[in-house]
């Protein structure tokens, strides 16, 4: 049975979302009608807004509403050094914990052999593109610690070396305030064959 | 309903199923590739999230029959191969060579064992050299051993007599290899890397190139005209963005 009317169409269209379900979205619409009109139109608007204006940056490729995102159109940023990520999110993952000072390309995604996801999904024409700016000294690859991360990384690692540029992977290891004894084999052998000395 | 408990296992493949869910392939000894879903594996808190990769040594538990079954539980066995750089990208050739060629739960122990010795010796490598592609060639041979194409490679199908390594044989697809006397030039390999081939000793680079050539021709009868991709995306690495 399909609900047709105007609070069904509601309910349908929250289950868009990630998590929800359809005893979830029911309580979502029931909530902003009966209770929160105005927040439901603030929601409306917003949405409708952001999937209209909301692209991608011409330099790094995170979703953006200008055509350079708030991080590449920064003065003060270093532009040595290119930083390179899966999504959006980890650009904000980074910027939180406030240690890097310079810009960043992300991929919308990782390479993935067998799902057919190759070099030109990734946008990785454009990263070149970049790279043969000359501007950058360094490239930072901070893909996720998954298989198919870690062959991303190697990728571009590759690439980046060929125009003689240095490239760096981020260090994988115990996290901090972590017990060995908890930490499972595959991260131990990563930070046992990434030690360094103190 | 059926509940198999504690196998040996090597994630192949995973893809994302529904919000917090992952269907997986999985290469088993006893049961062969099987499809699985790992109910819950992407939330944030899974520790099944970091377990559930390939190339990771695991025991599994699974219930369920059919096409598509419900994964219990995971756990680590063994020490991990970590493979890197170009030997990671062969890994993933190696996946997919399993996932194109294999049924479902057609039972292959003996290839299991050769699978997790290929990713233990390519673990050692970090880039594609000769050590790498012996891996690879020997690891395609038994492939398709395995599944009802060896190929032959002791004698001449003609004239039923061993293969001399001095000798140049042209390798028939259908039948094996035949002492060459002019004609077709497809395939013309010397009778040196046969006995190499056979004896999973691919030392030389002529060897080695003999090697390639033939086991690609065997390999795309079976693999039909789909391309495979991490072959693609090596190329690619190898050869493009000059």
């Not at chain 1, 979830?24 to 999937?51: C, K, T, Y």
């Not at chain 2, 493979?83 to 060579?97: C, H, P, V």
């Not at chain 2, 697809?173 to 040196?192: C, T």
Request: overall charge neutral; hydrophobic content about 40%; proline content about 4%.
């Amino acid at each position: 049975m399909t609900d047709d009317s105007l609070i069904g169409q509601l309910v349908a269209a929250l289950r868009c979302l990630p998590g929800i379900g359809p005893k979830s979205a029911q309580r979502m619409a029931f909530h902003l009608l009966e209770r929160d009109r105005p927040g439901a139109r603030r929601l409306a608007q917003a949405l409708s807004v952001a999937a209209e204006r909301v692209g991608h940056c011409a330099s790094c490729r995170t979703l953006s509403e200008t055509e350079l995102c708030r991080l590449c159109a920064a003065s003060g940023r270093d532009h040595a050094q290119l930083c390179v990520v899966e999504s959006p999110a980890d650009v904000y993952a980074i910027e939180r914990s406030a240690t890097y000072r310079g810009l960043y390309f992300v991929l919308m995604g990782h390479l993935s052999p067998l799902d057919g996801i190759g070099q030109h999904e990734i946008g990785l024409d454009q990263l070149m593109a970049r790279l043969d700016g000359g501007e950058v000294g360094e490239v930072i690859l901070a893909t996720n610690s998954t298989i198919e991360g870690e062959a991303t990384a190697h990728y571009i690692a590759e690439m980046v070396r060929k125009r003689g540029i240095r490239a760096t992977r981020i260090a994988h290891g115990v996290p901090l305030g972590g017990e060995l004894e908890y930490v499972d084999g595959g991260t131990l052998v990563h930070a046992f064959v990434g030690r360094r000395e103190v | 309903m059926t509940r198999v408990a504690l196998q040996p296992a090597y994630v192949l493949h995973g893809k994302p199923y529904r919000d917090t869910s992952l269907l997986i392939e999985a290469f088993t000894p006893q049961h062969g590739r099987l499809g699985l879903v790992a109910r819950g594996a992407r939330a944030a808190k899974s520790r099944l999230r970091s377990l559930l990769q390939p190339f990771r040594p695991l025991l599994m538990s699974w219930i369920g029959r059919g096409d598509l079954l419900t994964l219990g539980a995971a756990e680590e066995h063994g020490a991990v191969p970590v493979l890197r750089g170009d030997a990671l990208l062969s890994g993933f050739y190696l996946n997919e060579l399993l996932l194109r060629l294999l049924q479902r739960h057609d039972p292959h122990p003996a290839l299991f064992g050769r699978y997790d010795a290929a990713l233990r010796v390519l673990a050692e490598y970090g880039h594609q050299d000769t050590g790498l592609q012996c891996v690879l060639r020997g690891f395609e041979r038994h492939l398709l051993q395995e599944i009802g194409y060896g190929l032959v490679l002791d004698r001449d199908v003609v004239t039923g007599l061993p293969i001399a390594a001095e000798g140049v044989y042209r390798y028939d697809l259908e039948r094996g290899p035949v002492r060459y006397a002019g004609g077709d030039a497809n395939l013309v390999l010397h009778g040196r890397s046969l006995i190499a081939l056979a004896g999973d000793a691919l030392d030389d680079a002529v060897v080695l190139r003999d090697a390639k050539r033939l086991l690609r021709e065997a390999l795309a009868r079976q693999l039909g005209p789909q391309p495979l991709r991490s072959r693609e995306l090596y190329n690619e690495l190898k050869d493009g963005f000059a």
